[in-house]
Structure formats: structure tokens, C-alpha cells
């Protein structure tokens, strides 16, 4: 029997080595390496300002922070996402607005965002659902027309693009993660980017309390002003370095998940019993996350007795995501959180897709042994 995990980390010696040499350092924060990993990022992306956070979710914080939006304030969110998406908006005060998403991909529906719009909204967050981009171009157009901010959720979509325009460059802000299970990872660990180097700026200050003075411009170390509202979002120096050696890395990794993904849905095909989330879209460019298998809605109560036993032969699964968010025990129990225009779709494929992995970690073996063993055990026990 294989062991397949979902996903893992790849970290080698170069990254044992930089932790090490930045351990002996004796700056762990507000460092070299920090802002090393930054230019690096942005100089990956092909264009824009980056600034790094201790994680995706403070560095969605840090963009509605900049952005102004508070109290008072709504910020669409599609149903089918990570909590730290919506709990983002709540966190400064703002109402996350719930609205569902394409059934044939995952990604936020355009015409429900404009529906949901008020006057009381102030920005459209989207999600890059599994790495595949939004339509952004029909985003922006109804962001342009409404006057609404807009921040992308990036989390699982590092190396994604829309018409060579890396994702997270084409709103607002872009908000993207270093989780281990990501692309590349710092263990905890985020990076907030814009096209605009003004509200880069404004976030750098925003997330290290807002002093006056940076710790490399004080005369007298210790003596600085507070001159605005701030928070400590930070990313350490030991994670900047891990960062920065990912990074050297990212090409192959992005090269391996795209042969990975394609490998994966050749072996699977179709299915009587359901289907693979597309992995692509027209003139886009996809960051390959993972794969996921939805049932047709006939099948979808069998969902978790398919993982499971996929579980028992060494397929490691994960379900994105596991409720629509405006369903979870949380948002339901506040009416006013709640409150949605339908998220049926949303609701459906929470409750039917398995994931599996197609990072660099796997080998071709692995994908066929993921495919074989899928379709059996869904004719074993949806026949």
C-alpha cells in the first residue's frame, strides 16, 4: 500500500542552511530578509509591491485596514471559501456579504455579486477557487461601474495568471498564503500585493503599529511617535528565509503540479459518478492547487465513505471546502451574517467534492494509483 499525503512541504537542505545562518543573526524581525523575500516576490510576480505578513489571513486584514473599510461597511465574499476570507472583513468591523458561486468551477458568480451590491458596499473580494483565476475582467468592470475596491484571495493560486498579469495584481490588493499545504511555504507566512506602491506603503506602516520610524531610521534606538492605527502582522526573519529559498524553487514546483494536474485528469476521464473541477480556463493560467472530484448530486451522500476508504489504502484526501460558509454554526447563529442571496451551488459542492493532491511530492505512480483506486472504489461502492 502507498502513502500519499494531500500535500507536504519540500524543504532541502538550501533551507536548513538559511535558517540556520539566519538563527545566528541578531535581527529575527524587522530585517534584511524580510525585505529580500519581498523584491523577490514582486520581481516572481513580473511587476507590482509586495509586503510580507505572519499570514494570508492578516495580510486580507491589512488590505481592508488600508483600504478604510470598517464599521458600517459590506465586502462580498463567494460562499464557498476558507473562513479566513470572511473573517477578514469581520475582523475590522465590516459585514461579509455571502454570495454563491459557478457551479462548473467554483469561482464567485459575477451575477450574484451584482445583485448583493448596496450602498453600503465597499469592495468585492474574490477567490481564485483551487489556483483556477476568477474572470476578472468582468469583476473590474462591475467594481469600475459601482465604485468598489477590490481585493483578491490568493491563498491557493501562487503562479496563476490572467492574460500574463499575475493574480493579485488586478484589483486593489492580493492576499496570498505560505501555509505548508501552499505552493511554497514559510511554515506561517503571507504576502499582501498591489500594482499601487502608495497603499503598499500605507500597509507597511499599518502592519508594524504605524510608527514614525522604522528600526533602521531611529537615531536613538527606542524613541519613535505612533502617528496611526496599527497592528503587529509581521512576518519573522526565519520565515522570510525559508521564503526566500521556496521561492528560488517555485518554477519547478509549478512545472511539476501542471504535469501532475494534466496526468491526473488523462487517468481519470469521465465518470458516470461525477467529475473533475476544470484545472484551466481560457486565457488564464491556472496555479494548479489540487484536483477535485464532485459527485453528481445522486451520489453526493456517499462522499465521505468514498474519502474514507480512499483514506485506508494511502490516498491522502481534503475537502474544499467543507461547508458553504453561510451555512457553517458560526454565520448561521448571527441572522445578520447570514443573510444571503441563495447559495445552493456552493452548498452542493461542498457537500460532494473530495480533493486530492498533485503537488511536487508525487510521483507519476502516485497519480495513477489515485486514479485507478478512485474508480474503483466509487463503482465498489456507488454501483
Do not use: W
Amino acid at each position: 500500500m502507498r502513502k500519499i499525503e494531500f500535500a507536504r512541504p519540500i524543504i532541502g537542505e538550501e533551507e536548513k542552511r538559511a535558517v540556520v545562518e539566519c538563527l545566528s543573526s541578531p535581527q529575527l524581525v524587522h530585517g534584511p530578509r524580510s525585505l529580500e523575500f519581498e523584491e523577490s516576490f514582486a520581481t516572481f510576480m513580473g511587476g507590482g509591491f509586495a509586503t510580507s505578513t505572519s499570514s494570508a489571513t492578516t495580510a486580507l486584514q491589512l488590505a481592508y485596514l488600508t483600504l478604510g473599510i470598517g464599521s458600517g461597511d459590506e465586502v462580498i465574499v463567494p460562499s464557498l471559501t476558507h473562513v479566513a476570507t470572511a473573517n477578514a472583513v469581520l475582523s475590522v468591523g465590516a459585514k461579509p456579504v455571502f454570495v454563491d458561486v459557478n457551479s462548473h468551477d467554483g469561482n464567485v458568480s459575477i451575477d450574484q455579486v451584482i445583485k448583493a451590491i448596496t450602498p453600503k458596499t465597499k469592495a468585492i473580494c474574490v477567490v481564485h477557487f483551487l489556483g483556477v483565476p476568477v474572470d476578472m475582467t468582468g469583476v473590474m468592470k462591475v467594481a469600475k461601474s459601482n465604485n468598489l475596491f477590490v481585493v483578491e484571495d490568493c491563498a491557493l493560486a501562487l503562479g496563476a495568471r490572467v492574460e500574463g498579469t499575475h493574480v493579485g495584481l488586478i484589483g486593489d490588493f492580493g492576499a496570498f498564503s505560505f501555509y505548508p499545504a501552499k505552493h511554497i511555504t514559510t511554515g506561517e507566512g503571507g504576502m499582501l500585493v498591489s500594482k499601487e506602491d502608495n497603499l503598499i506603503n500605507i500597509s507597511k506602516k499599518i502592519k508594524a503599529f504605524y510608527y514614525d520610524k522604522n528600526v533602521g531610521d531611529r537615531k536613538i534606538p527606542g524613541l519613535y511617535d505612533i502617528v496611526g492605527f496599527g497592528l503587529n502582522l509581521r512576518m519573522s526573519e526565519i520565515a522570510a528565509t525559508l521564503g526566500i529559498v521556496q521561492l528560488k524553487r517555485i518554477s519547478g514546483f509549478l512545472e511539476k503540479r501542471k504535469f501532475n494536474s494534466e496526468l491526473l485528469y488523462q487517468n481519470i476521464g469521465n465518470s458516470k459518478y461525477g467529475n473533475l473541477l476544470p484545472n484551466s480556463r481560457s486565457g488564464a493560467e491556472s496555479a494548479n492547487y489540487c484536483a477535485s472530484f464532485v459527485l453528481k448530486p445522486e451520489y453526493a451522500k456517499k462522499r465521505n465513505i468514498i474519502a474514507s476508504q480512499m483514506n485506508e489504502i494511502g490516498i491522502g484526501t481534503s475537502i474544499y471546502y467543507p461547508i458553504a460558509l453561510p451555512l457553517s454554526t458560526f454565520y448561521k447563529s448571527n441572522p445578520v451574517l447570514s443573510e444571503t442571496i441563495s447559495c445552493n451551488n456552493a452548498e452542493y459542492l461542498s457537500n460532494s467534492n473530495i480533493a486530492v493532491g498533485v503537488g511536487p511530492h508525487l510521483e507519476d505512480g502516485d497519480i495513477s494509483y489515485i486514479a485507478d483506486n478512485l474508480a474503483s472504489i466509487l463503482e465498489k461502492v456507488l454501483a
